[in-house]
């Protein structure tokens, strides 16, 4: 803010906000769509221009085939293609979840599970391992971690696990601060998932898992490292494909009003919500059995960004629901906006 010599007082201008008055109806929708890269360079180059697309995953395949020098121009490519910048990002949790794991393109070194790390060395060495990784992130133009984990499994056979911090509800919530804080530090935007918290639920990548405990319990535990993220001011949140009986009996939370409602409203979170993995067996599942398109009913539910989701058949169709009034402009702009402020916060925005 500045003031000038008549005393009237001059807001510094909102980029993003000038971004978002400039982009037709198709290029916002390209906004909300995450995808999975290919590996195929020509093939992304293509898709992140044609579809104005917000971000593309990379898995471990990507850092292979080609020398650091490639990637990191095939980085800067996606960049460069992007209309208003790329958010490009991992899963770097870490253990068992670790894309970048030994790879020579971006690290020598193998990376242990937070479990390992905090029993070694405690939220100290959390700290030291999350900006180191982040660093080595940054460096190879990754801008978004989706990482940390932030679920409490009190049953070491859950499936999640071994991707936890292995504590319970209150160790977990003093951890997960910590890892935000260090993460976003180095300028890569932290994802915190996978909300509302498997619990020791099931696997959601091949099919529904279900938790029967109560939302009042649930909510007095689960929600508690959710919340401490939120505080520590985590710029986005992953929800997961759960089904909460307690709080929403028919939808996956991914896919339901009442577990946004109750992100957005009761725990006041405004940065980016984030779907986990539309092309996972739980979500698939359910919109065949259901006959909707999975895109759209994360966008209604109240997502910003879709994960896997499919950007050739779902721009058309969330385009015709806005037409038909079955998803507000406002709410496409209220998502791009957030979007394009986090791209600033990163650098990225063009």
Excluded: C, W
């Excluded at 209309?83 to 490009?88: H, K, R, S």
């Excluded at 009442?258 to 725990?267: C, G, I, V």
């Excluded at 507000?328 to 916060?345: G, H, N, W």
Aim: proline share 4%; net charge positive; charged share 25%.
């Amino acid at each position: 803010m500045s003031i000038s010599k008549n005393n009237k007082i001059h807001h510094p201008q909102d980029k993003a906000k000038k971004i978002l008055k400039k982009m037709n109806l198709d290029q916002k929708i390209g906004q909300l769509y995450f995808i999975h890269s290919t590996g195929d360079f020509q093939q992304m180059k293509r898709l992140i221009k044609k579809d104005h697309l917000g971000g593309i995953t990379l898995f471990g395949p990507d850092f292979k085939g080609r020398t650091h020098a490639q990637f990191l121009r095939e980085m800067d490519t996606y960049q460069k293609e992007s209309p208003t910048g790329m958010f490009i990002a991992t899963d770097q949790e870490g253990g068992t979840v670790s894309r970048i794991n030994t790879n020579p393109l971006v690290s020598h070194s193998n990376f242990s599970s937070p479990q390992t790390i905090y029993a070694k060395s405690g939220l100290t060495g959390i700290a030291n391992e999350d900006a180191r990784v982040s660093r080595i992130l940054k460096n190879n133009k990754i801008n978004m971690n989706f990482a940390p984990v932030a679920d409490v499994a009190l049953n070491k056979n859950s499936f999640i696990y071994q991707r936890t911090l292995g504590k319970g509800y209150n160790e977990t919530a003093r951890y997960i601060p910590v890892a935000v804080h260090a993460i976003q530090k180095e300028n890569v935007a932290a994802v915190l998932k996978h909300f509302p918290g498997y619990g020791d639920a099931g696997d959601t990548h091949t099919g529904f898992a279900q938790i029967n405990k109560k939302f009042s319990a649930y909510e007095e535990e689960d929600l508690l490292p959710f919340k401490a993220g939120i505080h520590a001011h985590v710029d986005g949140i992953m929800v997961s494909h759960i089904i909460i009986k307690d709080l929403d009996p028919l939808y996956p939370a991914s896919l339901s009003t009442t577990a946004h409602q109750l992100l957005r409203k009761k725990l006041d979170y405004q940065g980016l919500i984030i779907t986990d993995d539309l092309q996972m067996g739980a979500i698939t599942e359910f919109a065949k059995k259901h006959q909707i398109n999975a895109d759209i009913l994360a966008l209604k539910a109240g997502n910003d960004l879709l994960l896997g989701g499919d950007p050739e058949t779902g721009i058309p169709a969330i385009k015709q629901a806005v037409e038909k009034k079955e998803i507000s402009t406002k709410q496409i702009d209220k998502s791009v906006y957030r979007i394009l402020k986090l791209k600033e916060k990163l650098q990225i925005l063009k």
